[in-house]
């Protein structure tokens, strides 16, 4: 999607290790946010950001931290990576809450 | 916990026919948002509706939204195989900063 950057697009890691996504946005949007999607859960938000430095959890946010130093960037940590957090994970950033999102291509991440 | 419900979870229609897709929530909203999504892709924003609109068109999309049932729905007309795809409803809750979308509902437009 134009102006989102999901990296890596594809991730295996071992049970135990940390693992950080990145999203890098050149929307010059205020709001960024990480889902993570699952069969039969939809999208689950974790964590989100409404301006530099200024973050919040969402439902599903125990195992993950975030931060978002710059406007352009918004990473997710898991800080153990564990099977359960195996996933499909979207970044997502929007202008204002009277807006929709713009997606990013997602991260596919495979805990073994 | 899931805001928005879609119904049916999953539709097969032949192309040329309407879909027509729905969605209850269970809190207040400011707005209401549809989505789609294309197998292995992110979702792609389709149309917001305002709590204070009742019916809003884009393309061949029309979106009707009920506030005292907390229901609305989206009306796909002459389908194409390309339609195929998974939709979302998402909520704002009352102007949360943050969305909730529902589980998502699978269309299959047959050529």
């Known amino acids: 999607d134009a102006g989102i950057t999901q990296s890596p697009r594809h991730k295996v890691t071992e049970t135990g290790t940390p693992v950080t996504l990145r999203c890098h946005q050149t929307?010059?949007?205020?709001?960024m946010y990480w889902y993570r999607q699952d069969p039969g859960h939809g999208l689950r938000l974790i964590h989100y950001s409404y301006g530099v430095k200024d973050t919040d959890k969402g439902e599903v946010s125990d195992g993950y931290s975030v931060s978002r130093s710059k406007t352009e960037d918004f990473l997710l940590t898991l800080e153990s990576a564990t099977s359960s957090q195996t996933s499909v994970y979207f970044c997502?950033?929007?202008?204002?809450?009277?807006?929709?999102?713009?997606f990013g291509s997602g991260t596919r991440l495979t805990v073994v | 916990s899931q805001q928005g419900e879609e119904d049916p979870q999953a539709l097969s229609i032949q192309e040329g026919e309407n879909a027509t897709m729905n969605c209850s929530y269970k809190?207040?909203?400011?707005?209401l948002q549809w989505y789609r999504q294309n197998s292995g892709r992110g979702l792609v924003h389709l149309i917001l509706i305002r709590s204070n609109e009742r019916e809003k068109h884009s393309g061949r999309l029309r979106v009707t939204l009920d506030t005292s049932k907390k229901s609305s729905s989206l009306l796909i007309t002459a389908s194409r195989a390309a339609d195929t795809a998974s939709y979302f409803c998402a909520t704002d809750q009352g102007g949360s900063e943050k969305l909730v979308f529902g589980k998502g509902m699978k269309l299959t437009v047959n050529p």
């Open positions: 997502a950033t929007r202008q204002g809450i009277n807006y929709g999102y713009t």
């Open positions: 809190t207040s909203i400011n707005n």
């Open positions: 929307e010059n949007h205020r709001y």
